[in-house]
């Protein structure tokens, strides 16, 4: 959080700066985030403004001295790109442009352990504990309940060798895979093609030097092995067939962390614009979960931008408190399980202080994600959890066995977890619970908080640890509730 407020100190002189260096003009506001990656940005249009993004965003291009990048369409539309301060600016300023935000580097939300305990989906098939050591889930005709719902999984890629797949998202026919889809949103400049222990990774240590032009093919989508570790956990704590809770949905496997699992802001924005555009050109046959096992480690609109757009479009959203210990509001996406999130304080030129200039990039009410917090297996917060009214459930989150890093070998198993893993196990129960229902988002969280568990974790003294962390301002307020995720419709 250091850095964070850090971040704030500084962009406020950074707009003190320019208000005076540009005084009879009306300088727009760029969307700050907490770990941004230099001179670069996101522009979003403005819906109906432009015709075909990628035209405008070639004209702008040239029209600002930027070099475009990412270009989204159909569902939102924007482009990101590398270039100067001023450029980005001066694009605020754009008839055409709704908002610019800068572009981050964030997270994926889990620490790694070697050990075999299986009490996670153990636990959330049942109210209480003591564990009965059965995982119970549901058929429909000889499927598990899932088998209709897609769970995007936006990660650091499920690991494959050649074109195998991990027999742990086969369907019942094996070496017939539920990885239905998948693309990497790694790529441009930066990065290289090495290998290691013979698997072809993008390699994202390449920094490139001042003599490189960009070397925008060097790591193109249809070269990419995706990158075994993170990715293959959530995936199979989602919808494997041995780790898993959801045991026959469909998985798109969208990878956007390098293998340094770390995530990029705009990999992410490019990912979820795909995943909708996708999801939208299957009309009603898609029943779709996004699982977003990670953080920006602060605000970043563009990202909760996104988040707000596959809402309105039907997809639900499922995103990690983390385990940063502070409040869930102040990050994204998990700001994004909030009722009515709508942009950041970061936009604000006195952070955080004045509530009434929030970026707003939506007013509607009622459109929010599930975020989730890790427990124990002892029913207690796990430590560090991130707290308050944007957090919607806990799920089992240390100490998860799941599909291991090396998933060539039988057996293998990796446990992984805190909100990463948990967030997995509500991905799962969202895929359940959507096929039943086919329920919005909106709608699919009350009912899966109908069927959750209420008031059974810790801890609760000597002080109320959900009571005692609330978020209270003009814009939220709340504290955090007690609720554990249940896998059974009964
Ligand atoms: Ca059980
Ligand atoms: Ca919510």
């Not at 994204?332 to 942009?343: D, E, K, Q, V």
């Not at 007013?363 to 002892?378: E, K, R």
Request: hydrophobic content about 35%; charged content about 15%.
């Amino acid at each position: 959080m250091f850095a964070h407020h850090a971040n704030r100190l500084v962009i406020s002189l950074i707009l003190l700066v320019i208000s005076f260096s540009s005084a009879n003009a009306s300088p727009g506001l760029i969307s700050r985030v907490a770990h941004r990656l230099p001179n670069r940005y996101i522009a979003f249009f403005k819906d109906g403004a432009v015709f075909d993004p990628h035209v405008v965003a070639t004209g702008m291009e040239q029209q600002y001295s930027v070099r475009k990048e990412y270009v989204f369409e159909k569902s939102f539309t924007g482009f990101s790109f590398e270039g100067p301060e001023a450029a980005a600016l001066a694009l605020t300023n754009d008839p055409r442009v709704l908002f610019v935000g800068e572009v981050g580097i964030g997270h994926l939300t889990s620490t790694y352990q070697q050990s075999n305990p299986g009490w996670g989906l153990d636990r959330i098939d049942q109210h209480n504990l003591p564990l009965d050591n059965i995982y119970h889930y549901d058929y429909r005709g000889a499927t598990p309940f899932g088998a209709s719902v897609t769970i995007y999984v936006l990660d650091s890629g499920i690991g494959i060798k050649g074109a195998a797949k991990p027999s742990e998202f086969d369907t019942d026919t094996p070496g017939v895979t539920r990885v239905v889809a998948e693309r990497n949103f790694i790529f441009d400049h930066d990065y290289q093609w090495v290998t290691q222990n013979g698997t072809v990774f993008c390699d994202t240590s390449y920094i490139r030097t001042a003599t490189d032009v960009y070397d925008r093919d060097s790591c193109t989508p249809t070269m990419w092995v995706g990158y075994p570790g993170h990715g293959t956990n959530v995936a199979s704590v989602a919808a494997g067939r041995t780790y898993g809770v959801a045991k026959a949905a469909y998985i798109v496997n969208y990878r956007v962390a390098d293998n340094g699992l770390f995530v990029h802001s705009d990999a992410v924005v490019s990912a979820m614009n795909y995943m909708i555009n996708r999801h939208n050109s299957m009309g009603t046959t898609d029943l779709a979960i996004a699982n977003l096992s990670l953080t920006m480690g602060g605000y970043d609109d563009t990202v909760d931008y996104a988040v707000y757009r596959a809402l309105y479009y039907g997809i639900e959203v499922v995103m990690a408190a983390t385990e940063f210990g502070v409040d869930a509001c102040t990050l994204s996406p998990s700001y994004a399980g909030y009722p009515g999130f709508h942009g950041s304080k970061v936009s604000c030129p006195n952070p955080p202080n004045c509530p009434s200039t929030y970026y707003q990039f939506t007013n509607d009410s009622l459109l929010n994600g599930i975020t989730v917090g890790a427990t124990t297996s002892s029913d207690q917060v796990n430590a560090g959890t991130s707290w308050g009214p944007c957090v919607d459930i806990f799920a089992p989150g240390p100490g998860i066995p799941s599909l291991g890093t090396d998933q060539y070998t039988i057996g293998q198993v990796t446990t992984f977890g805190d909100s990463s893993a948990a967030t997995a196990y509500v991905s799962g129960v969202a895929a359940i619970q959507l096929e039943q229902s086919g329920l919005y988002p909106v709608q699919l969280e009350a009912r899966i908080k109908t069927l959750a568990t209420p008031n059974v974790l810790g801890p609760t003294t000597p002080t109320n640890w959900f009571t005692s962390h609330c978020h209270n301002d003009s814009e939220i307020s709340g504290c955090t509730p007690n609720l554990l995720i249940y896998s059974l419709s009964y």
